[in-house]
């Protein structure tokens, strides 16, 4: 699915008043590196409200056809954590659902999601710790938290359980030079990460044992395509790792995400975009509930996956002589059973 698949909607102006709730009437700008995002990408297919924030940035970055008045546009701050905020109300009012809430942990309630702005962030106090005591999420306007926040969008479950482990590690050990095994993989995931969802279990199999041919080469007609979805498909990969976004705006063929395999029944491959995506948090959440709750966790227990190798996602790796670059495609180690 691209932005123009995407039902029409009345979208909001893309300027925004002091709150960080709602857009309004003053004018607002992003800077140039925006304009590097290309927004039908396929593997930004799967993010929620794709299509209001790609508008919306998009006339941020003065890319719009209307030609832009520089000299009369005032920065203001805090405009993605606004867009993100406007997005997640959408989505709630979209699927008639309350908006997303933290997970529990220690002595604190659950509390609802709200981007705010980085200077609400006390000094000293950790990222995670303030996002699981308050439910808001320090947001600065540059790409990285922009993909951060699509993301929170896109698996919200998944988002806070990752943020319950944060701050249990951190209850336990506190903040060191080190973050140990269980929070270096959780950061692993967070940041690079990327879900390989098969109703074939060979194909999954076949990723984490670093064949290649078995995983990518072989099956390709068995997977997904991002903007042509398939009933009969088999295998997808979603990007979950905002960092791992951000590094797509410059696609290189050596870019490895750290993956996780979810099995799915071949119905999976039957709904639509945004049943899969909900389906799919609630899948992944679990899996990596019962993976951090493992004594032995790091982020070794996360499979290596040259991320333009994914069927479809690159136009070269068409050819199976793509797949050759041992540079890239390694034998890497054998998973042990």
Known sequence: MTTTDLPAKHYQTASFDASTNNPSACNSTLDDS???IDWQAPWLCHLNQLGYISKIIIQLSGLNNEPAQTDKIEHTPDIIAKVLNTALQQQANDLQQSLPQTKPALNNQAKTLRFVSQDALPEGEAYESFIGTTGNIPTRDN????????????????????????????????????????????TVFDENGAILVTAESSIGEALINFDWQGSLVAPRDKWDKSKQSNN?????????????????LQPRKALCAHSIVIHVAQDFFTLSLSERIGHLDQKVTDYMDALLSQPDVTPRKLSP????????????????SFYED????????????
């Open 143 to 186: 790409l990285h938290d922009l993909f951060n926040g699509s993301i929170w969008l896109t698996f919200p479950k998944t988002k806070a359980l990752l943020n319950y482990y944060h701050m249990l590690e951190i209850e336990q050990q506190g903040i060191g030079s080190s973050r140990g095994r269980v929070r270096d993989t959780i």
């Open 326 to 337: 041992c540079q890239v495609f390694r034998s890497g180690r054998r998973r042990q059973k």
């Open 232 to 248: 009969q498909s088999q295998a997808a990969v979603y990007i979950f790792g905002h960092a791992l976004l951000e590094k797509l």
């Open 34 to 36: 925006f304009a590097a």
């Open 305 to 320: 996956l040259p991320i333009l190798g994914v069927p479809h996602f690159w136009a070269e790796n068409a050819n199976p």
